[in-house]
């Protein structure tokens, strides 16, 4: 099992910006893409962005590209999520996953991902 625990988010007025955490254990963590997908009320999780297990491969959602970043540091075992120029529809609940893979293709379907952490939420007031 592979424990992954959220941090950062929180209450941002809108053009702000935001870093969240996302820590792993349990698991090789170089073994495994990482991923965030966000979920507002009402509405089913979606993809926001991937990496590769080395971090050579990156891969973000249309709706935020140009404002968010992700990357990853493989001797913390942590990756992360820069959030920039936030706007009030980013408001979600903001979940870190993980699926085992050692080719630098990443996925941005929610069925392919084996583990998640609880989430982090975070609001961007207008």
């Known amino acids: 099992q592979m424990q992954l625990v959220e941090s950062g988010g929180g209450l941002v007025q809108a053009g702000g910006s935001l870093r969240l955490s996302c820590a792993a254990s349990g698991r090789t963590f170089t073994a495994y893409a990482m991923g965030w997908f966000r979920q507002a009320p009402g509405k089913e999780r979606e993809f926001v962005g991937a990496?590769?297990?080395?971090?050579?491969?990156?891969s973000l959602a249309d709706s935020v590209k140009g404002r968010f970043t992700i990357s990853r540091d493989n001797a913390e075992n942590t990756v992360y999520l820069q959030m920039n120029s936030l706007k009030p529809e980013d408001t979600a609940v903001y979940y870190c996953?993980?699926?085992?893979?050692?080719?630098?293709?990443?996925?941005?379907?929610?069925?392919?991902?084996?583990?998640w952490g609880q989430g982090t939420r975070v609001t961007v007031s207008s």
């Open positions: 990496t590769s297990w080395s971090g050579t491969s990156t």
């Open positions: 996953a993980a699926y085992r893979n050692k080719f630098q293709s990443v996925s941005d379907s929610v069925g392919q991902y084996e583990f």
